[in-house]
């Protein structure tokens, strides 16, 4: 079993900045693929930023880019998406998924954490 821990969201103002945790434990062999997605309220899941492990790529949506940045400790099977210029539109609840293998002999499994809320508003 794994999971997938968030933290770091909450309350600020335009223009200021956060950073999301994403804390992966449980039977962990390796972890191909972190995303993070956000919901906004009444709209759908969106994907904002991926790191692919293997070939070191990250994705970023072009509504954030520039403005986050993820990174990733392989150590602690943590993944960071650091937030600048926030607006009111970045308001959402930011989930975290993971890609995991845990054996090297079976499939990757799909894990979602529980989400974390980040509200943008002065």
């Known amino acids: 079993q794994v999971q997938l821990v968030e933290s770091g969201g909450g309350l600020v103002q335009p223009g200021g900045s956060l950073r999301l945790s994403c804390a992966a434990s449980?039977?962990?062999?390796?972890?191909?693929?972190m995303e993070w997605y956000r919901q906004p309220p009444g709209k759908q899941r969106e994907l904002v930023a991926r790191i692919i492990s293997d070939v070191d790529t990250h994705y970023y949506a072009d509504s954030v880019k520039g403005r986050f940045t993820l990174s990733r400790d392989n150590a602690k099977n943590t993944v960071y998406l650091q937030m600048n210029s926030l607006n009111p539109e970045d308001t959402a609840v930011y989930y975290c998924?993971?890609?995991?293998?845990?054996?090297?002999?079976?499939?990757?499994?799909?894990?979602w954490g529980q989400g974390t809320q980040v509200t943008v508003s002065s």
């Open positions: 449980g039977s962990i062999f390796s972890i191909n693929t």
């Open positions: 998924y993971a890609l995991v293998r845990t054996t090297s002999w079976g499939p990757a499994y799909h894990y």
